[in-house]
């Protein structure tokens, strides 16, 4: 029973001291205790010489990963004496197996890493991708280019230090733990793929949206790879491609919070009744906002009595656009608390009568 539970608290502590070698969280990071600032002198400055330095970490990275599984049996074996796991002859069928398969994985991996570092590091698959996209030149060529252009400050970067996506002039590129994605821009294209909503993130607390979007080339050599980003950075990305984003499937990229804003206004709006404007009555003008758009919403109080409600109904004629009026109400609410902003109220842009989003009714006949 003793052993058992020592075993176990073993066994805890090793996936705990793996958790943090594979995802370092915040505070392993801020200590210093990563594998970029161990092996710091090895690996050279990762802004002087990108390419060199990733190639160098997924190689640490894969090499150090791959000896877990072989560390937690030699681990343990010193841990829990009593296991007498170094017997090997008398291991049971089940250890035998974990020592066979660990091995193995550590000494392929190991070898992988060895083949890598031959030909002064050719073997790597990031100098492979380089290589197949030089025109017949040597990667080292190539990867002297992208480190230049990667020193440049007006390089578009954004993503955890693992996950990061970098574009410059001529480059598309994402880090990542085991390697590193690089395709050349002009022969790429990105396609949009899907967009996801975290209604709270550490950064904000009004919600943000991400955006999935694959790395297409048109060489044959380099795979599809998938870069993931907030759609708030989404404008400052769009302004370093000088290649074509694919939108095939029609996502809504909501870049900024009033972007956010104005998509749940205008779902609201056609969710109330359509307000139908009475036989014979004027068309209406256009937007005393945007001088642009006709004026399309009219404000009737629909909303319920005794939901705390003191929306009042408002008697002027239809002077504004969807999109004026929802900009209006987004800028009668408290800034630093957007997530209310849905449940709250504003008073008419003309006569100040109060109302709520349920009070907006879009004017269908108005093109
Ligand atoms: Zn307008
Ligand atoms: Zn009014
Ligand atoms: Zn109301």
Not at 68 to 73: E, I, R, T, V
């Given at each position: 029973m003793v052993e058992m539970s020592q075993e176990f608290i073993f066994t805890l502590v090793y996936l705990l001291i793996c958790m943090c070698l594979v995802f370092p969280p915040t505070e392993v990071r801020s200590a210093g205790l990563t594998l970029q600032n161990v092996l710091s002198a090895w690996l050279g400055s990762e802004d002087?010489?990108?390419?060199?330095?990733?190639?160098?970490?997924s190689t640490a990275a894969a090499a150090l990963h791959s000896a877990?599984?072989?560390?937690?049996?030699v681990g343990l074996g010193f841990a829990c004496p009593k296991l007498d796991l170094f017997l090997i002859h008398e291991l049971g069928?089940?250890?035998q197996t974990y020592l066979v398969?660990?091995?193995a994985i550590w000494l392929s991996t190991w070898l992988l890493c060895y083949y890598w570092s031959r030909n002064k590091w050719g073997n790597h698959p990031i100098a492979k991708a380089l290589h197949f996209q030089g025109n017949n030149s040597a990667w080292t060529h190539v990867a002297a280019r992208i480190n230049q252009e990667f020193r440049r400050i007006d390089k578009f970067t954004t993503g955890p230090p693992d996950m990061r996506v970098i574009v410059t002039d001529s480059w598309v590129m994402k880090t990542w733990a085991y390697g590193l994605n690089v395709a050349y821009q002009p022969d790429c294209h990105l396609n949009l793929l899907w967009t996801e909503e975290h209604a709270i993130s550490h950064e904000s607390r009004a919600g943000v949206q991400y955006l999935a979007m694959q790395v297409i080339s048109a060489n044959a050599h380099i795979k599809p790879f998938e870069i993931r980003l907030l759609s708030s950075d989404y404008k400052d990305l769009r302004d370093k491609l000088t290649v074509p984003v694919v939108n095939a499937r029609n996502v809504v990229i909501q870049q900024t919070l009033t972007d956010r804003f104005l998509e749940a206004f205008r779902q609201?709006?056609?969710?109330?009744?359509?307000?139908?404007?009475a036989p014979g009555s004027l068309a209406p003008d256009n937007c005393i906002g945007c001088l642009q758009t006709?004026?399309?919403v009219k404000l009737v109080k629909l909303c319920e009595e005794g939901q705390g409600g003191d929306c009042v109904q408002c008697f002027c004629r239809p002077m504004w656009c969807l999109e004026c009026m929802c900009k209006w109400?987004?800028?009668r609410q408290n800034q630093s608390q957007p997530e209310s902003w849905l449940g709250s109220k504003s008073p008419c842009p003309t006569c100040r009568s109060k109302f709520?989003?349920?009070?907006?009714?879009f004017i269908p006949s108005v093109q």
């Open positions: 002087m010489q990108l390419i060199q330095y990733h190639i160098k970490k877990l599984p072989l560390g937690y049996f069928l089940w250890w398969a660990s091995t609201q709006v056609h969710r109330n009744p359509p307000f139908v404007p006709r004026s399309n109400f987004a800028s709520c989003m349920l009070d907006v009714c």
